[in-house]
């Protein structure tokens, strides 16, 4: 994996072998930050089921202000971490450790721009996206990376489905208020 664009371009961001950890490809990396590239500069960001950081670190190269990663596994947390220091971003980022779905009342930020890529089969979106209300600015958006399987609701709470896009077994998502 590598950094696509800004600041870091070019630069590897390292990946565990042998764990669950599905990084998105830069295929569908690139897609996603083409369709988002107008709200990232200086954007705070949220990245949920951050894996390896893989997105929210593309944001901060990208030019966001800020990107919190959260994630409820420690070698997820260790990657994170040792990719962060290789990048120097540091001191743009937190670090959570915890479940996607709990954490919200822990992050105390509004955000313009919250990536989740939930395990695929684990049927996480729709909670997930409830628990996003009050954490999103209101000219924000959701960016949900999921299998293609998945039907993507139309309306969840207050978010609307703007646009969806495939990319062979991967589907991406686009909520707004």
């Known amino acids: 994996m590598r950094i696509i664009s800004g600041t870091a371009k070019g630069r590897r961001i390292f990946a565990p072998k042998g764990i669950k950890i599905?990084?998105?490809?830069?295929?569908?990396?690139?897609a996603i930050f083409n369709t988002i590239a107008p709200l990232v500069n200086k954007s705070d960001f949220l990245d949920l089921f951050a894996g390896t950081g893989n997105i929210g670190?593309?944001?901060?190269?990208?030019?966001?202000?800020?990107c919190t990663f959260v994630d409820q596994s420690p070698q997820a947390i260790k990657f994170i971490k040792t990719n962060l220091a290789n990048l120097a971003f540091e001191d743009r980022s937190m670090i959570i450790k915890g479940e996607a779905r709990k954490v919200a009342d822990r992050l105390g930020d509004n955000y313009d721009i919250i990536f989740l890529d939930p395990p695929y089969g684990c049927d996480l979106v729709i909670p997930v996206l409830k628990n996003l209300n009050l954490l999103l600015k209101e000219a924000g958006i959701v960016v949900v990376e999921t299998e293609h399987k998945i039907e993507l609701p139309s309306h969840c709470d207050n978010f609307r489905l703007v646009k969806?896009?495939?990319?062979?077994?991967t589907q991406v998502g686009y909520y707004g208020f």
């Open 22 to 30: 599905r990084p998105t490809s830069d295929r569908v990396k690139e």
């Open 57 to 66: 670190i593309e944001a901060l190269s990208r030019g966001a202000n800020k």
């Open 164 to 169: 969806v896009s495939k990319y062979g077994d």
